[in-house]
């Protein structure tokens, strides 16, 4: 199994930070190590939900979607197996709840739908 459990949402006003992390655990995880690929999705209400970053566990460049693309900021800590998003010049519209996920194969983050394993989520609130 594949656990992913988020922290770090919360009500923020608008150009704030938050950082969000993503403890992973579960004898799957452990298995594959670092054979992941980890990322973050966020759902605001009323939409689909959708890609915002992505990085192998093992390292190398990370991808981001273009509306986030200088703002955010995925990073990991292998030693703690945690992941995390750090989400600087908050807007209004990064509102959402977001997810962690991860997956063995990079290309299911193009499709939410395919991806293996996600935590419960975490909401962010950004106040304008």
């Known amino acids: 199994q594949v656990q992913l459990v988020e922290s770090g949402g919360g009500l923020v006003q608008a150009g704030g930070s938050l950082r969000l992390s993503c403890a992973a655990s579960?004898?799957?995880?452990?298995?594959?190590?670092?054979?992941?690929?980890m990322g973050w999705f966020r759902q605001a209400p009323g939409k689909e939900r959708e890609f915002v970053a992505t990085?192998?566990?093992?390292?190398?460049?990370?991808t981001y979607a273009d509306s986030v693309k200088g703002r955010f900021t995925i990073s990991r800590d292998n030693a703690k197996n945690t992941l995390y998003l750090q989400i600087d010049n908050l807007k209004p519209e990064d509102t959402a709840v977001y997810y962690c996920?991860?997956?063995?194969?990079?290309?299911?983050?193009?499709?939410?739908?395919?991806?293996?394993?996600w935590g419960q989520g975490t909401q962010v609130t950004v106040s304008s």
């Open positions: 579960g004898r799957t995880f452990s298995i594959y190590n670092m054979g992941w690929n």
């Open positions: 990085t192998p566990w093992s390292g190398g460049s990370a």
């Open positions: 996920a991860a997956d063995l194969n990079y290309r299911n983050y193009r499709d939410y739908r395919r991806v293996a394993y």
